[in-house]
């Protein structure tokens, strides 16, 4: 935005948007701030009187002279090393060897037990979900969604296992040997989620690590901490003692001391490929140490010359911005052809226009607060790096904020050298790089550290097929005419290279 005036005006009303709090709706709000004391810990709940750690939310509210506040919405315990040990020992004498009561209980004892947990998670899903929306900013109808889409996968995964114990209940004969075949538990599983989707993409390895007869020591994702805490009694009493223990406190001392002790099977991590890599090589035992890993990925849009411009916007709207841009499977970088990049982003930029920016429990609303309080200045600066180095932002008012609000970002044209190129930005930033050749486009999948997903537009058969090919060797998903993302979820989701 060129003019001072228009840019005052913009952060005047982002200014605008967050509530005083008499504004939030009765339903939406945080009644009192819940001050987590206790933890789950060998199958009883202790009483914590150590340390703590406040929570308080991207929303804020504005007082009458326009300050902001960040809501308050609780504490909970900062655990150290000493109960992570307790955890693990736990776990430890509750999978015995895999001798313990869990890892030896028949499959239809185990999924009893999920399903008793599963059934008193819902009872309390409305309180989930608001916690959920506060604490990490995710529009309400997409914490609802969250929350369902995660009783939904449990209920696939046990229906997955039901299908498995068929198949492992028979016995094969070959050249004379008679066996059967089946999968077993691993022993002690670490799982750690990430703060976008803090409900489902935890679940997604714990659930699966659980129902197996594997025990769980599970450290809740950054932003989204006080949401398991109306889960803490559903997890005591549904399953038998130790099988599932949970450490909070500083992540980069707790998990570290938790690998270092040798005692973890398998990793389980939705994170960052950094702490992978650290938490890796601080296990003392590589070979036994499995790791099952979702790191970062920077999907791209191809956009050929025939694409359908109104469907490649629709869809590179929703990849690109849906929760701010804070999703894995977000499409972070858009490869343009030429000859059609002057349409798509003139009506992109129109599109982006309509988009409703808000607090999340208002209806329709796609743009929400960031939950990471530094998220803001590092959008500012892939920003003033790619304009530094000749690009521009396009959209009218792109990169006002106000707090923890972010007004998106269309910067063109992006090429190799500027940070938005390469880096993972999560955030509501959409880098476009203009091509001539599709080699070009292709290049910067082959060259890219991340194998997650790619979507391809356009409406000639033959070329789109001849594009998905090279592709598929290079990401693990390929869309053709629709955005990246993970669901549905019975679907393989996974990445490759680093
Ligand atoms: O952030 C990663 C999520 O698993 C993405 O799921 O593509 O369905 O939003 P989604």
Known sequence: MDHPDAHSTLKASLLALFPEEHQIAED?????PLHQRSILLDGEMHVWKGKTRPVHSPMCVRGADGSLTHVELGSYPMT?????????AAAERAYDHGRGQWPTMSVAERIACVQNFTNQIIARRREIVNLIMWEIGKSLADSEKEF?????YINATIAEL???DNGN???QIVDGTIAQIRRSPLGIVLCMGPYNYPMNETFTTLIPALIMGNVVVFKPPRFG???YYPMLEAFRSAFPRGVINIVYGQGNVVVPHVMASGKVNVLALIGSSQVADQLKKAHPKSNRLRAVLGLEAKNAAIILPDADVELTVKECIAGSLSFNGQRCTAIKMILVHQAIAERFLRRFCEEIGKLRIGMPWEKGVTLTPLPEMNKVAYMNDCIADAVGQGARVLNEGGGTSVETLFYPAVVYPVKEGMKLYREEQFGPVVPVAPFEDIHTALE?????DHGQQVSIFGSDPDQIASLVDPLVNQVCRVNINCQCQRSPDIFPFTGRKD
């Open 162 to 164: 039901k299908q498995l």
């Open 148 to 152: 369902d889409r995660t009783i939904d």
């Open 80 to 88: 150290g090393t000493a109960e992570a040990d307790a955890a693990l």
């Open 225 to 227: 901490v006080l949401l």
């Open 28 to 32: 939406c709000r945080i009644l009192s």
């Open 169 to 171: 209940s028979r016995f």
């Open 444 to 448: 910067y999948v082959i060259s890219s």
